[in-house]
């Protein structure tokens, strides 16, 4: 398999519609981060604003959430398509409309090796997400790319409802903030091998 891969209509438009009701109740819990990217850099305007809710979080026990399951399915149509079936972590990012497109921080989200990360466009929206063909699992490189800020991009993905990109965890990948509406996506990291203790290059 490639570097990355697009599926469009990864799942039915009913099963589409279903999560997205998921997500609109208003009792639903949302963690508020101003420096979504990482802790660190949070000075760099690119390091923005995002709303998360946490569903799998393998260094917190795993489930963390009742939507989880509700997900799960999605998840696992990815899993076949890559061959891996450790799942690490599974969120929801939502960005509301900022007026103006920004592409965030690059970053990577975890350092395991044969790793995958998928990005699942719940709604139609205008913030692409850019994936470059820098890569790296380990720390050195990856603050010596920061450092450098001089980033090639690989392909931008626009999201599209019920779309999935799928692409390889150690490439630097950003996402850029929408002007015009919402921007709910899922993000899933998957793996072929075993967990380590703490697999994240930043939380």
Known sequence: MNDYLIIDDLISQTYQEWLISLIKDENLMWHRKDSAIMDANSADPRNGFCNFHYMYECDKGGN????????????????????????????????????????????????????????????????????????TLN??????????????????????????VVFKGDLFHASTTPSKTWRPVVNINISKNPIPQNPYSNA
Not at 144 to 152: C, R, V
Request: aromatic share 12%; glycine share 4%.
């Open 64 to 135: 963390v959430s009742p939507l989880c399951n509700a997900f799960v399915p999605m998840s696992l149509k990815v899993m076949d398509v890559v061959g891996a079936y450790n799942l690490m972590r599974m969120r929801i990012n939502c960005v509301p409309a900022l007026f103006q497109n920004v592409t965030q921080l690059p970053h990577i989200d975890s350092y395991v090796p044969d790793s995958w990360n998928v990005i699942y466009y719940m709604d139609d929206s205008d913030g692409e997400t850019v994936i470059y063909n820098e890569r």
């Open 139 to 164: 720390d050195y490189d990856y603050n010596k790319y920061l450092k450098e800020d001089n980033f090639t991009e690989m392909v931008r993905v626009e999201p599209k409802k019920g779309r999935a």
